[in-house]
């Protein structure tokens, strides 16, 4: 087992930020994990890198304690935080050969030429950090998670910043390590999840709301959902769409068009054609959608 947390909880003054977690993740899984911004996500995770303590429970990292082994923790894991504190001044090359120091790699050269040529790095290599673009930096901290070749990687919101093309690659990379490494990773990209997870956890004000894989978690929440895309002929308000009773989300798509969410027991055909009645328009096209994980996510962490 690579990772288990038991019991784990964070306190800052009155608040928890991380309310007795448990959950374990077995070698080779990519797991996704999920919630809303302050659910206690990157609290969880630098606590599993070491970098702050738990107030109570455990923490262990390839059989270990992390409270009680935390440089061999580090040592053998790979973790990109949240922010990616770089060094600017640094070239590319420079900064990685400064890792690789710190970790006292052999063949530091080789190791890395391949970092940089698995991270898309290699033309940006001689140029100093302080002048890549965000994406570009974005790359450089997952080349240092790299620089050690962890057995575990814990990568918080890997793909922020990056444009559709070097989101794609990166993910092509990320599935890539799931072959021999176990990888935790935060992401508010749903479709990154989905392409890239075997299995999901959800956290939502400090408390795991869901484990288990996208499949199962969409079937699950899928017979509860009531959504539809709908089109209007008309221009209509978004905003008066919203205060429809029973209709919970309402998100704008193209040509009038809209995906709705509403409660379980509204008929939400039946609120929508009385809407269209009212303000003088008609419905164009209407159908249902199947349950997505980012509806699913909604669900379980929507504040009640």
Not at 118 to 142: A, C, D, M
């Amino acid at each position: 087992m690579s990772i288990l947390v038991e019991n784990l909880t964070k306190i800052y003054g009155s608040q928890k930020a991380v309310d007795s977690i448990s959950f374990s993740i077995d070698a080779g899984e990519i797991v996704g994990f999920l919630g809303p911004n302050g659910a206690g996500k990157s609290t969880t995770m630098k606590i599993l890198s070491g970098f702050i303590p738990a107030s109570s429970g455990t923490a262990e990292v390839l059989g270990l304690d992390v409270s009680k082994n935390e440089l061999e923790v580090k040592r053998k894991i790979g973790y990109l935080p949240e922010l990616n504190p770089l060094y600017n001044d640094m070239y590319v090359s420079e900064y990685l050969q400064f890792n690789a120091n710190m970790y006292r790699i052999k063949n530091a050269k080789e190791e890395i030429n391949r970092i940089i040529d698995v991270t898309g790095l290699t033309l940006e290599r001689k140029k100093k950090i302080g002048q890549l673009s965000k994406g570009y930096k974005q790359r450089v901290g997952i080349a240092q998670a790299l620089i050690n070749d962890p057995d575990v990687l814990i990568l918080d919101e890997p793909t922020s910043g990056l444009d559709p093309n070097q989101m794609t690659e990166i993910r092509q990379l990320i599935v890539s390590l799931g072959k021999d490494k176990t990888i935790l990773l935060s992401t508010h990209i749903m479709q990154e999840v989905e392409a890239m997870c075997n299995r999901v956890i959800i956290i939502n004000n400090g408390k795991i709301v869901a484990d288990d894989d996208v499949t199962s978690l969409k079937s699950i929440i899928g017979n509860e959902s009531n959504a539809m895309i709908v089109r209007f002929r008309d221009d209509i308000s978004i905003n008066d769409l919203r205060k429809q009773k029973g209709i919970e989300s309402v998100k704008e798509r193209i040509n009038n068009s809209f995906e709705i969410v509403a409660s379980e027991k509204v008929n939400l055909p039946e609120v929508l054609f009385k809407y269209a009645l009212e303000n003088n328009t008609i419905i164009l096209e209407q159908k249902e959608v199947s349950s997505s994980l980012e509806s699913v996510f909604q669900r379980l962490t929507k504040d009640v």
